[in-house]
């Protein structure tokens, strides 16, 4: 009996290389989501990064899933690369008040994506703790090693804050577990959203998750700029499936 939900998807799904490999010839694009569904439980929003989502928008994703899935969904890139988590707690609780109103029980996780250049300091880690709201299942993905650091991770924890676990070039690619609620990003490496992982590297990832023994855990392909992305989302639900 598994001990751990797995929750696997994709990052995005609208590449024209994935038809004929995934989409069967001739299955027109406004079809595709749908087919994707058929095989993946979650979906991970990046859109609402580039603009931040209506509420409509979020209905229409709630409508288009079947029962039981869900979505993770990121934050815009206006709180975390322009504001950089200053003096947008009003953003915050506006995005956290949509997504709960448009994805209602289809809500996973909201994914707070900060960029390379924010290293990590004391301020900066109490401003993350401070404009997060606890009713929501938030995630911090970093992409500077110097958050690596086992006084961030206990500070997160203490938070009930999922640490994002990253396979991204150049940084440690340890799964690492901050709450029961576990997150992976697998972005392609090393050519950033291209590299496919070989079924050795899917199957390396997979057992340590489950050596982590969370509650429930999150896995999204994001090579998807290429085939690379499908390719290793099912072979990770084959593994998953057979477990």
């Given at each position: 009996?598994?001990?751990?939900?797995?929750?696997?998807?994709?990052?995005?799904?609208?590449?024209?290389?994935?038809?004929?490999?995934?989409?069967?010839?001739?299955?027109?694009?406004?079809?595709?989501?749908?087919?994707?569904?058929?095989?993946?439980?979650?979906?991970?929003?990046n859109a609402t990064?580039?603009?931040?989502?209506?509420?409509?928008?979020?209905?229409?994703?709630?409508?288009?899933?079947?029962?039981?899935f869900l979505f993770?969904?990121?934050?815009?890139?206006?709180?975390?690369?322009?504001?950089?988590?200053?003096?947008?707690?009003?953003?915050?609780?506006?995005?956290?008040?949509?997504?709960?109103?448009?994805?209602?029980?289809?809500?996973?996780?909201?994914?707070f994506q900060l960029?390379?250049?924010?290293?990590?300091?004391?301020?900066?880690?109490?401003?993350?703790?401070?404009?997060?709201?606890?009713?929501?299942?938030?995630?911090?993905?970093?992409?500077?090693?110097?958050?690596?650091?086992?006084?961030?991770?206990?500070?997160?924890?203490?938070?009930?804050?999922?640490?994002?676990?990253?396979?991204?070039?150049?940084?440690?690619?340890?799964?690492?577990?901050?709450?029961?609620?576990?997150?992976?990003?697998?972005?392609?490496?090393?050519?950033?959203?291209?590299?496919?992982?070989?079924?050795?590297?899917?199957?390396?990832?997979?057992?340590?998750?489950?050596?982590?023994?969370?509650?429930?855990?999150?896995?999204?392909?994001?090579?998807?700029?290429?085939?690379?992305?499908?390719?290793?989302?099912?072979?990770?639900?084959?593994?998953?499936?057979?477990?």
């Amino acid at each position: 009996m598994k001990k751990t939900t797995v929750h696997i998807g994709c990052s995005s799904y609208a590449t024209a290389s994935w038809q004929p490999l995934f989409f069967p010839e001739g299955l027109p694009k406004k079809k595709w989501f749908d087919y994707y569904c058929n095989y993946f439980n979650t979906y991970e929003l990046n859109a609402t990064f580039y603009h931040f989502p209506t509420l409509k928008s979020l209905e229409a994703w709630y409508e288009k899933a079947p029962n039981g899935f869900l979505f993770s969904i990121k934050i815009p890139k206006t709180i975390t690369h322009i504001k950089r988590m200053e003096d947008c707690k009003d953003d915050i609780e506006k995005f956290y008040q949509v997504a709960r109103e448009g994805l209602k029980d289809k809500l996973g996780c909201v994914l707070f994506q900060l960029p390379p250049s924010f290293t990590y300091s004391p301020e900066r880690l109490e401003a993350i703790i401070a404009a997060v709201n606890p009713e929501f299942t938030n995630v911090v993905e970093f992409r500077n090693e110097s958050w690596w650091r086992e006084d961030v991770m206990d500070i997160l924890e203490s938070n009930n804050i999922s640490f994002c676990s990253v396979n991204y070039p150049k940084l440690p690619t340890a799964v690492i577990k901050t709450n029961q609620k576990g997150y992976v990003r697998m972005h392609g490496n090393p050519r950033l959203f291209y590299s496919e992982y070989t079924e050795e590297q899917i199957a390396d990832m997979y057992n340590e998750v489950v050596r982590k023994n969370f509650k429930q855990i999150y896995i999204y392909f994001n090579n998807t700029a290429s085939t690379a992305g499908i390719i290793n989302a099912l072979q990770a639900k084959r593994l998953n499936d057979e477990y």
